[in-house]
């Protein structure tokens, strides 16, 4: 079997760092034994490769090197200014078993929030899943694992999801989420479905998705998965998130949309969020600054105050006629009160 079936978009890495601190532990030499034909380099700490000056992120895209760490700071973070996508009424919080993605999408923060464009993998899952089950002994929590990546991605390599969708399993008042763009379903495919877990699946236009979700799974791939999973009892979210403004992006928008719910049943698809293109005004700056290859990021944006955080996005007009003409579309095949707009 060749590494790029085995480990999906993985061949393109290039080399691997590890911490010392980090041989301890299984993960670790589950990886270097599986990606034995990378060059390998000792470190004392990840931050010595990935905080490092003079880096340029998109470089770094084209062939990212793999940085096996032990998180020693935060293992969880509240996520309740952040991600207000679902959760109502339930703590919720996010966490980054791994930070950088596989993928390359035009309009992501991380190439903001970030200078360096390799990827860090968090080998002590168990310490991050402890954190988890103190806080759920307080009081019942939902639990973003795909903040900071496409965690499905890393599937084939390292079973992070499935490690977790067991933990959720035996840990009352846990609740987690696993957001995705991949087409990699089939890795969790052989686990029953889990009540503790809910699968969010990406989805743009095929045109937004070919263009600007660079190294993503097709909108047909995405959908072919999605609907696996569906069918085989998982509890699903979609999440129409960003919404591009691009040429014809009313009919695009629409026609994905339709041919969603033409593939699958509504009555089964938990909820649907969606929101317009946005980001922190500082990490757009910062993109635009080392990127000229993407004129969706190049929009003349204006800058909005968001509670106690700033947010660069599309002017009031556009965006209401882009949050109104999109829930029209969905409203056409899902209940209102399983639609949510998402913004900030």
């Not at 029953?192 to 877990?197: A, H, V």
């Not at 980001?279 to 993407?294: C, E, K, N, T, Y």
Request: proline share 6%; glycine share 4%; with cysteine.
């Amino acid at each position: 079997m060749s590494p790029e079936t085995q480990d999906g978009p993985l061949p393109h890495v290039r080399r691997i760092y590890y911490e010392r601190d980090s041989l301890d532990w299984p993960a670790t030499q589950n990886i270097l034994t599986r990606l034995s034909h990378l060059p390998v380099v000792e470190i004392g700490h990840y931050k010595d490769v990935f905080n490092r000056p003079g880096q340029h992120f998109q470089t770094q895209k084209r062939s990212p090197a793999l940085i096996l760490a032990v998180e020693r700071e935060r293992l969880i973070y509240d996520a309740s200014a952040r991600i207000r996508s679902w959760g109502a009424g339930v703590p919720l919080y996010y966490n980054a078993p791994v930070r950088n993605c596989l993928f390359n999408c035009d309009y992501c923060f991380l190439q903001g929030m970030h200078s360096s464009g390799n990827v860090v993998l968090f080998v002590n899952t168990p310490d991050f899943m402890q954190e988890a089950a103190e806080r759920a002994k307080r009081k019942r929590i939902v639990l973003s694992l795909s903040y900071m990546t496409d965690l499905l991605a890393f599937e084939p390599l390292v079973p992070i999801s499935r490690q977790w969708i067991a933990f959720a399993d035996r840990t009352d008042n846990l609740e987690i989420e696993i957001r995705t763009k991949s087409e990699f379903y089939g890795a969790i495919r052989t686990l029953s479905p889990s009540e503790s877990t809910i699968l969010s699946v990406s989805l743009s236009p095929a045109h937004v998705a070919a263009h600007y979700e660079r190294g993503c799974a097709s909108f047909a791939g995405r959908l072919f998965a999605v609907r696996q999973a569906v069918e085989a009892g998982w509890r699903v979210r979609l999440c129409f998130d960003p919404i591009v403004y691009v040429d014809g992006w009313e009919e695009k928008y629409e026609r994905c949309v339709r041919e969603v719910f033409t593939r699958l049943d509504p009555s089964r698809i938990e909820e649907v969020s969606f929101g317009v293109m946005r980001m922190a005004p500082d990490f757009l700056s910062r993109i635009r600054s080392v990127r000229s290859d993407s004129e969706i990021l190049f929009y003349p944006f204006v800058t909005e105050e968001d509670g106690a955080s700033r947010v660069a996005t599309y002017p009031v007009e556009l965006r209401e006629h882009m949050r109104e003409t999109m829930h029209e579309s969905l409203r056409r095949h899902m209940p209102d009160d399983r639609i949510h707009f998402v913004h900030g």
